[in-house]
């Protein structure tokens, strides 16, 4: 009998080391793990286009396609499978006009921040569902666009050389505030080098599941293995993204980072370390 039911994980850094780099040994572990009836669960903030250079049913069995879901784009979509091809089975998309007021909040905060501040920052609008403001638009990733631990002591030294007394945690407020002037329920997350404004995260499309696909098929929280890279606390209160799989309906759960060198990490929370390799290393033991 396998281990869990289903394990939900993150996509960059969790699974692959990049959205550039090869994913064919992940999605080989993935197929003994989807034929045995586990349900895998790919939650990440990006788009179906960046996982698996967009064709991840190419490389899995359309009989193992059943058990395989995504929720992406922090909220906006979770998908199923149907005859071979990905559909969109929930969508939580903002309307236009909800779309404009998150545009809008996030203008004001980068207005904020180089008026007062005299830092400049650069807006990605292009999302469907939120804002990326850059706070280090002059750092380039190298490809790899998860968090790099390095990045947290660098944005926090700006942010306080800037007089930003309390660094992330002060723009994390600043940002959410920018949603009263909109009357907009902001819950905004960051990953150090960016600020993401929106009114959805991780824990929408985590909840979407647990409570429309698995509570139909008898399975539980305590039935489910949630994995990330991200679970870090990235300063005091202000929870790296694979947190917010840490909800009211998966609390229950077994959650695992992995990691290298995590800060303080959730209480519910173990680290094993080990990066991508760990991560294909724990599907193997599922079974």
Known sequence: MAKY???????DGTAVESRTAPAEDVLKAMVPVLRAGVKLII???TTIENI???SIEKNIPEDCLGNLYLGLGRGAFDYGFK???PVIINSMLPDKNTLLKIHSASFD???????????NSDIVFS???YCKVDLMADHDRGGKLFLQQSEIGM?????KRKGISEGLADVIRMADDMGTKYDLPLCSTTDAKYIEIGITTKSDNVDYFMKNVLYKEGIKAEDCCFVGDEFTYLTDGIRGSDAYMITEATKNGTFIDVSENPWKLPDEVRNIGGGVSAFKEFLSSVL
């Open 5 to 11: 039911k289903c394990v939900f994980f993150d996509w």
């Open 43 to 45: 939650v990440s903030g």
């Open 52 to 54: 698996a250079e967009g």
């Open 83 to 85: 005859d071979g091809k």
């Open 109 to 119: 905060l980068h207005t904020k921040l180089l008026r007062d501040y005299d830092l």
């Open 127 to 129: 999302r469907p569902n």
């Open 155 to 159: 944005v926090q030294e700006k942010l």
